[in-house]
């Protein structure tokens, strides 16, 4: 793949412009290095060598990724990935080599969306990245972060009782299901929040809203329906939602 071919980003046609556009820009290259990184990882890892020169991770629009050199010409028409990920390959543990090129790719992927939206107002730009954050990030997938909340979810062995649901870990459930995306690997069980119901409103989960659990009914609701925000959440060590809050249980014996 020659250096103009990926300037272009790979076929993706003419520079994204839109919110959407651009975020859909972002979505298939982020795809792209997680496949890299996750799934392909075997050639991935063969191709890093170390004997050879300054090699960067790319991903591209149409979704695929590559290993090359960097650009030569200065500056280049879009920011360039991390240079150099191969000559840390053989120095470091494995797991800790693909988390740092993860890390640097995060970067990367947040760099081209932004050159992409420097033309965008403060809304938009603001918008945009609320999109972008609300999925793991490379990292999180390829050292296991998201994964494991999601099995802490699941196991309720420590000593808080549902309060792991609630306010210590209020913001998972939105990662829980974006982690069941093709392209992250994860098991087909994942969707045990698909018929979580709000007790308020009666809306069925989605993951692109907060939602908060009662320690007492132990049900759900939408932070906007009980006016519980993410960071409000982190400071309650035991939620207790408004029905539970107004009604009057006998003490028990």
């Known amino acids: ?7 272009a980003g790979a076929g993706s046609g003419s520079a994204p412009r839109s919110v959407d ?80 090129v993860a890390v640097h790719s995060d970067s990367w992927l947040v760099s081209v969306a932004f050159y992409y939206a420097a033309r965008l107002n403060r809304n938009d730009r603001k918008r945009l990245f ?34 792991k649901l609630s306010a210590k870990q209020t913001s998972e459930p939105r990662l829980e299901n974006n982690a069941r995306e093709p392209d992250e690997g994860y098991d087909e069980d994942d969707g045990n929040h698909s018929e979580t119901l709000c007790g308020t409103c009666g809306g069925i989960y989605s993951a692109d809203e907060f939602w908060i659990g009662c320690d007492v009914c132990e049900k759900w609701y939408h932070g906007k329906c009980v006016k519980i925000t993410p960071a409000k959440a982190e400071s309650i060590k035991q939620y207790k939602c408004p029905s539970c809050c107004n009604s009057k249980r006998p003490r028990p014996l």
């Open 21 to 100: 556009d651009i975020y859909k820009d972002y979505r298939a290259r982020r795809s792209a290095i997680l496949r890299a990184l996750t799934h392909d990882v075997e050639e991935f890892y063969a191709l890093c060598d170390p004997d050879k020169e300054n090699l960067c991770l790319y991903g591209y629009a149409n979704e695929a990724w590559e290993v090359a050199l960097p650009a030569e010409e200065v500056p280049t028409e879009l920011p360039e990935p991390a240079l150099g990920i191969n000559f840390a390959r053989d120095g470091m543990n494995r797991r800790d080599w693909l988390a740092l």
């Open 130 to 163: 609320g999109m972008m954050n609300d999925l793991p990030t490379v990292f999180e997938v390829v050292s296991g972060g998201v994964k494991q909340s999601k099995e802490r979810d699941r196991s309720g062995t420590d000593n808080s009782g549902r309060n």
């Open 1 to 7: 793949m020659d250096a103009s071919y990926r300037r």
